[in-house]
């Protein structure tokens, strides 16, 4: 007999459409139609008599805060890693970091950092770890390190501070040592020295007061807010960035994600451009309306090119789309991957990571002929792409070709020579130069 479930009809398109609408009102989320499954999974995970009925009753009022984070918790990516992007890292480490010191050491010793988005506070904790190392006297200031995030059991992660092996896998094993504590089943806790003046709270950037002059406490010197935006529905994107500015001390600094980098709805800001990352600071003549205590979603003039979604899509960036691509791909949705890689291309007809990007949706798909023309493609913009060249050979391999395999393993193995063992090769999610080599070694030899 079929149970209240199996009789709940499934959402149609025009309930779809709203709740996606619902979603991007109240937590700023951007959900295409390729990943309405999601909202599927997420109302289904949250109301027993089904997606349809849990959507309805959501929509039937305004959300309470208990709604939004169990929404939250359903509808938000875990993804980070200490040391996360290390470029953006060195950057803030040897450049933006000791000059926003010197001048905090000359007008009073305080310092504060927002993470907005934190997830689960590895990225505010290393922050705290550049910090212990660029100020010898830190017992003398008053630093405030923030991490602020619209998922409940992200926060109570970041608070506990204890993370397993898969958070330090870009970091060497002398900071573990340094700065966490032996692993006891599995986890490693920070130091207490690094908690001194951190602190996590709830926060939702589409709608809740930003720390700062919005509600009514002195401005942030760094804010961190980085693949988070990527996320979010053009028009809210704009308006969290605008309320951003707000909270940004004159001479502060904003970093983003190398996906969100170089996004037309950043002008407000002035691009620095570091040897491989890209921050923001804040324009002396910022065009932030004047700073002050408002209600929740305070207003602000959207671009009309972002106001319109049939101009949004079509504004979307170049790695945005690769992001979104890779992120789909990721989650199984590989038609959805492949719409975005190709709005990429045919934004951007020259750059060789997003024809080896297609080529990888491509072999997901079993599209391997495809796939090939693709790396070819790839191989044709640069010449050097190293993973261009072993996945071309992997390929070649599996089809049969044993000699175009050949040559293009001997080109990867040739380039790698030029690389330094720890190289993290480009567009290869953290693969070093060495191992590498040592894998299409060992491969020739069981060949």
Not at 180 to 196: E, K, N, T, V
Not at 364 to 371: L, N, P, W, Y
Request: glycine share 8%; net charge negative.
């Amino acid at each position: 007999m079929p149970n209240d479930r199996d009789t709940e009809a499934a959402p149609d398109d025009a309930l779809l459409t709203a709740f996606s609408g619902y979603i991007t009102q109240h937590l700023g989320l951007h959900f295409p139609r390729g990943q309405w499954p999601e909202l599927v999974r997420a109302a289904q995970a949250l109301e027993p008599a089904g997606a349809d009925a849990c959507m309805r009753r959501l929509m039937a009022a305004p959300p309470t805060r208990g709604q939004i984070e169990q929404l939250a918790h359903q509808l938000t990516v875990g993804e980070t890693y200490f040391f996360r992007e290390p470029a953006v890292f060195d950057a803030l480490e040897h450049e933006v970091l000791p000059a926003l010191i010197a001048a905090r050491r000359a007008a009073g010793r305080t310092l504060r950092v927002w993470s907005a988005g934190c997830c689960t506070g590895e990225e505010l904790y290393s922050v705290a770890i550049l910090l212990q190392r660029l100020i010898p006297d830190l017992a003398d200031w008053r630093i405030s390190l923030l991490g602020t995030d619209v998922n409940p059991a992200f926060l109570r992660k970041a608070e506990q501070g204890r993370y397993r092996d898969w958070s330090f896998r870009a970091v060497p094993a002398w900071l573990r040592q340094r700065h966490f504590g032996p692993p006891q089943d599995g986890l490693r806790a920070i130091a207490p020295a690094l908690r001194r003046g951190v602190r996590f709270d709830y926060l939702n950037l589409a709608a809740d007061l930003f720390p700062g002059p919005e509600a009514g406490a002195p401005t942030m010197d760094l804010i961190l807010c980085r693949n988070v935006l990527m996320y979010f529905e053009p028009a809210s994107a704009a308006r969290a960035l605008q309320r951003l500015g707000c909270a940004l001390a004159p001479d502060g600094w904003l970093a983003v994600g190398v996906a969100e980098a170089g996004h037309a709805l950043l002008a407000p800001f002035e691009p620095v451009r570091f040897p491989a990352a890209l921050l923001y600071r804040q324009r002396a003549d910022a065009p932030w309306p004047e700073a002050r205590p408002a209600a929740a979603g305070l207003p602000c003039a959207v671009p009309a090119a972002v106001a319109s979604p049939v101009a949004a899509a079509a504004a979307e960036p170049v790695p945005a789309l690769a992001l979104r691509a890779r992120l789909s791909a990721d989650r199984g949705l590989l038609d959805d991957a492949s719409l975005c890689c190709a709005a990429a291309i045919a934004t951007d007809k020259c750059d060789p990571a997003l024809r080896y990007l297609r080529a990888l949706i491509l072999e997901e798909q079993g599209r391997s002929g495809e796939a090939i023309g693709a790396l070819r493609d790839a191989l044709y913009l640069d010449p050097d792409f190293v993973l261009a060249h072993f996945t071309l050979g992997s390929l070649c391999r599996r089809n049969g070709a044993a000699r175009e395999a050949q040559r293009h393993f001997a080109n990867a193995l040739e380039l790698l020579r030029g690389h330094p063992p720890d190289d993290v090769l480009a567009h290869s999610g953290g693969v070093r130069a060495g191992e590498l080599a040592d894998l299409m070694r060992a491969g020739a030899e069981s060949a």
